[in-house]
């Protein structure tokens, strides 16, 4: 394959006086400018990015789409590339603790001035378009990679793929992880009509890349109507583990003695494989080294992924947030020995499968705590705790307003070689993070 190499023309910020200096300001601002929150569409964000020239980018692109696992295959990569000598930029979302974290260049989140800067050129750029807060992010990520350079930008296609603002972009290799039901409400009730609105960041010739064991048929048909060549897991690639390493190998290559990247989490081995096939084909452009390879699996960490936070009650935080998810949060339960009883701290948002999230969560719980997210999206604890009392009688079932109620109650309640798995939501989670920190 061949990529891209164009000159970089840097936009000048100006000298316009900004309408927000500050980051909390022109955040509060997005959240009330567009009618709805999410709204499916490129025209929109398409018109802009053409006004600010951003469609036609200097950097080459990777999109990475899927229902699991984007986050934890993107920051994978990003280590890999960057360990490897390359100017990274990777946009991800939603965040845990700050905005920033949305947008990182070589691995550092972009200061609060910059990203007011480039929502200042977005405004005066769109003119009388209205953007939704999702797609000013976008526009951001896009506008900050050009004025830093980078060689490579790393996308997460946020919803779907099809009519995610990310796909104003074409990709020159794409990766979908894993496929399962969620966001029904835009993207369909089956894997079928899942799958083919993740294909929808597939171009014509450009490769692409599933780490999903058992993609929906609609994926394949999708790559081959339109003309791009896709690598299957299971057909082009695979991998075999040991509860101490693993190993990768696809037709023209073979990987050994790999570490696991997280311990516990056979899905981070999934997500893996995924990400060296996609190194596989950018080889002659992006060669990568196996010594950098196996250090970026070595010291793969990311915050809310089965993290773990020691201590007489040991705390596991994990952003899992649909039925996939939690299966594999459950597996990965069932791996930690715990001599005590395990307190599930739950919130989560509406649209979720909160009833199948619970059930899935049932075989590990002995008692729940259930949060109220101090979200617009957010369900309410008593409505959590009335489904799980539905399903199971037997079971300890609390509800609180706050997560710091949720877990001093806890403290006080538990008893050493207890734990407390908190999950749910990125907000869930973070909300605890916060609290902890």
Not at 76 to 83: A, V
Not at 182 to 199: C, F, M, P, V, Y
Not at 232 to 258: A, V
Not at 392 to 400: I, M, R
Request: proline share 4%; hydrophobic share 35%; glycine share 6%.
């Amino acid at each position: 394959m061949s990529f891209k190499k164009k000159s970089i023309q840097k936009i000048n910020p100006g000298k316009n006086r900004l309408k927000f200096r500050s980051l909390e300001k022109w955040l509060k601002w997005q959240e009330s400018l567009h009618f709805t929150a999410v709204e499916l569409g490129l025209e929109r964000c398409r018109r802009v990015a053409n006004n600010m020239g951003l469609l036609n980018p200097p950097y080459d692109v990777i999109s990475v789409a899927g229902t699991n696992g984007k986050g934890s295959s993107i920051t994978l990569l990003d280590s890999i590339l960057r360990n490897s000598g390359y100017k990274i930029g990777r946009y991800t979302s939603p965040h845990l603790l700050r905005y920033n974290e949305r947008i990182c260049v070589n691995g550092k989140e972009v200061e609060d001035a910059e990203l007011c800067e480039s929502f200042d050129r977005i405004d005066r750029a769109r003119g009388d378009i209205s953007l939704t807060y999702f797609e000013f992010g976008t526009l951001a990520a896009l506008d900050l990679f050009r004025q830093h350079e980078v060689q490579l930008a790393i996308l997460e296609v946020g919803l779907g793929g099809r009519l995610d603002a990310v796909n104003i972009l074409d990709a020159d290799i794409s990766l979908i992880t894993s496929i399962d039901i969620d966001h029904q409400e835009w993207l369909g009730n089956d894997r079928d009509s899942i799958g083919r609105e993740k294909a929808g960041i597939f171009r014509n010739l450009a490769p692409a890349i599933c780490s999903d064991p058992n993609p929906p048929k609609s994926l394949i048909d999708c790559s081959k109507a339109l003309g791009t060549p896709i690598s299957l897991l299971g057909r082009d690639y695979q991998f075999d583990y040991s509860d101490n390493s693993w190993t990768w190998r696809s037709k023209d290559m073979c990987l050994e003695d790999l570490p696991r990247p997280m311990k516990y989490s056979d899905f981070q081995i999934q997500n893996a494989s995924g990400v060296l096939m996609v190194l596989a084909n950018i080889q002659d452009e992006y060669p990568v080294s196996i010594e950098n390879i196996k250090y970026a699996l070595d010291s793969f960490r990311l915050s809310g992924r089965f993290q773990i936070i020691p201590g007489d009650i040991p705390k596991i935080l994990d952003v899992a947030h649909n039925r996939e998810s939690i299966k594999a949060l459950v597996k990965n339960l069932k791996m930690v020995s715990c001599q005590g009883k395990t307190h599930i701290i739950l919130g989560m948002l509406k649209g979720k499968e909160h009833r199948q999230v619970i059930k899935e969560l049932e075989v590990v719980a002995d008692s729940w705590h259930f949060v109220s997210i101090p979200h617009e999206r957010g369900i309410e604890a008593k409505i959590l705790a009335s489904e799980s009392r539905t399903l199971n009688e037997t079971k300890d079932v609390s509800e609180y307003s706050s997560m710091k109620e949720a877990l001093d109650k806890i403290r006080k309640l538990s008893m050493p070689d207890d734990r407390i798995v908190i999950t749910g939501s990125f907000y869930t989670v973070g909300a605890a993070i916060q609290y902890l920190n």
